[in-house]
DNA sequence: CTGTTAGCGCATTCAG
DNA sequence: CTGAATGCGCTAACAG
């Protein structure tokens, strides 16, 4: 592959005319750009990305790390800080955690190695300590989807307490107070959260329901099918149902199916995130709307800001989420 | 940021010394080997992946290019290169062309300036000349999706007449004979192939229909839906319909569901694709799957397979799409 | 087993 | 406006 002294050959000129050119710096004559422009097209020169960056100890890249490119959420949040990106002359490179800690590490290592300016991190897997670790390595370094404490300013959030107790008391609002709840067993954050928001906007509204009430599963098509079964199984009579998300929700609506129990009319439903398949589920999902690129535009731009020293204020670094009206839920006749 | 001097210096060994143990040399010393680790730790030291890069000329990065990471499609498909690529101790560098031209170019532009060993690109927008331009110049270069004659044996493709032979023979096999089509008005070649496919089937089993059966629109649910509001406005009759995709289908779905019209039993109808949505649509839907997962895992190994200079035969490069039977398709009794 | 040294490809002083 | 020279951080001879 040339390089930029072939090139210089080429053209007959020194190697720093040739980078003067590539660089569009101002003090080349129009006789050699015009020179070097065509010996680099002759050789098929392309600059290495790799010696640019070692020099100029610079690599315009952000990095990204989510749990897997391949789930459509995280398609989004990657979209959304490839939009940024772009917008500042840079690009992104992604690592994929895949849910596990060893992965997480990894990829996050080879973010920083590879000297990305700033980092947006999906992290589920490390312990607080670790990333705070990470985070005092890198200024550039944002977590998404995550709070901790030592970090709030650089922190990008979803309220999911909030997000479940609205969903809980939309359901309350249309009559129902048997109300079950599928949450997820993963060991994180946004599940326990989640199932507290439940928790309380039953309390606030006076309704006492034993544990059997919360039945977990994988957050996923197949955890909510099972934790739908298990619901079922125990003959609880709820009319509503709140899921971990809308895979669960999915899940837990092809089971209703195949028992004949009609959604809304007999047992109403709401999802959690509002993903692609909210709006193709039958009936159309209502469910709680997780702005994530929203978050994922407020995190890069966050990032970038934190990298170059900016004094970045970030105010509104836990949002809010919202209510998504659609077809799983409706007023109860039962009391 | 720590560099191998300052660890060297330190540990109180040479450069080498450490680029040895970093690099797990075997001929370095257990003391030594214990001075650097402990430096490296305390220094927080991080080797420099461009450093790296440019002296061993070897950067052990797939580069990918898919029109929308976001699209579960090609999240599919990046997470299937990403599993090659990490079974090979190499990880991946992603492009997204946004089914632009330009954008396509640019990218696989900066997949080289970076180095990548190896390229699986998915592109649309750009031509023949141009993509054979780039393999010329990169022999890790793999075509997915497309098939170009001159790099025939470095393409993995879908035959996506026979996916839509498939789909529009099935619906016969169901009594069907008055069978619409919704194409899709994106000029690249699977929308003609899939066209050519569904008009052979009707031919083949001595099916005529005007021209008015055809209809299109973007590839994707709003385009579905103005397509089959406009074959509706036809009053055409069709009991079945073949679908560019699995949301120009869903899409259909939810005006024929407007309109009061059952599927399956008033109308059948197939999507294409299997995406994620297909089996969450009601009714489920019956579609053509494109195994996209194994296409990636062959493109990947065949890029690298090429990059080391092996002989890599590829055989099977044409990929054959199978039926897949869900609830949107049912006998007719119109005839 | 270890240290010295010469580049990898490029941007950037600093003289001319 | 241009060229010669220096070094970014690291690996790989090479000589000890």
Do not use: W
């Not at 895949?98 to 190695?113: D, G, P, Q, S, V």
């Not at 599940?191 to 006076?206: K, M, P, T, V, W």
């Not at 407020?298 to 509104?316: P, V």
């Amino acid at each position: 592959m040339a390089t930029i002294k072939d090139v210089a050959k080429v053209a007959g000129v020194s190697v720093a005319t040739v980078s003067r050119v590539i660089n569009k710096s101002p003090k080349a004559s129009d006789s050699s750009i015009e020179a070097v422009t065509h010996a680099m097209s002759k050789l098929g020169y392309r600059p290495n990305a790799a010696a640019r960056a070692l020099v100029s100890q610079n690599t315009n890249t952000i990095g990204v790390l989510v749990s897997d490119v391949s789930d459509s959420f995280f398609g989004t949040l990657v979209k959304a800080v490839d939009s940024v990106a772009h917008e500042h002359g840079k690009h992104i490179l992604i690592g994929n955690g895949y849910h596990r800690a060893e992965e997480e590490r990894n990829a996050i290592e080879l973010l920083i190695n590879n000297r990305c300016d700033s980092l947006v991190i999906h992290s589920k897997g490390l312990s607080d300590e670790e990333l705070i670790g990470f985070a005092k390595e890198v200024k550039g370094m944002v977590l998404i989807n995550r709070y901790i404490p030592e970090l709030a300013e650089r922190c990008i959030s979803l309220d999911n307490y909030q997000g479940a107790y609205l969903a809980t008391e939309y359901l309350i609002q249309h009559g129902h107070t048997k109300i079950a709840c599928i949450a997820s067993t993963h060991k994180i954050e946004d599940a326990s959260q989640r199932i507290e928001g439940y928790l309380a906007a039953l309390r606030d509204h006076d309704i006492s329901l034993p544990n059997s009430y919360i039945e977990y599963g994988e957050p996923n098509g197949d955890g909510g099918e099972l934790a739908m079964a298990n619901l079922l199984t125990k003959s609880l009579d709820a009319t509503g149902i709140v899921a971990y998300n809308d895979y669960m929700a999915a899940g837990a609506l092809s089971v209703l199916d195949e028992n004949n129990i009609k959604v809304p009319e007999q047992v109403s439903i709401m999802g959690f995130d509002d993903g692609l398949i909210a709006r193709y589920i039958y009936p159309r999902l209502s469910t709680v709307r997780y702005p994530i690129q929203i978050m994922a535009d407020k995190a890069a731009r966050l990032a970038l800001a934190l990298a170059s020293s900016e004094h970045a204020d970030n105010e509104s670094a836990i949002f809010a989420p919202t209510l998504v009206h659609r077809n799983s839920v409706a007023h109860t006749n039962k009391r």
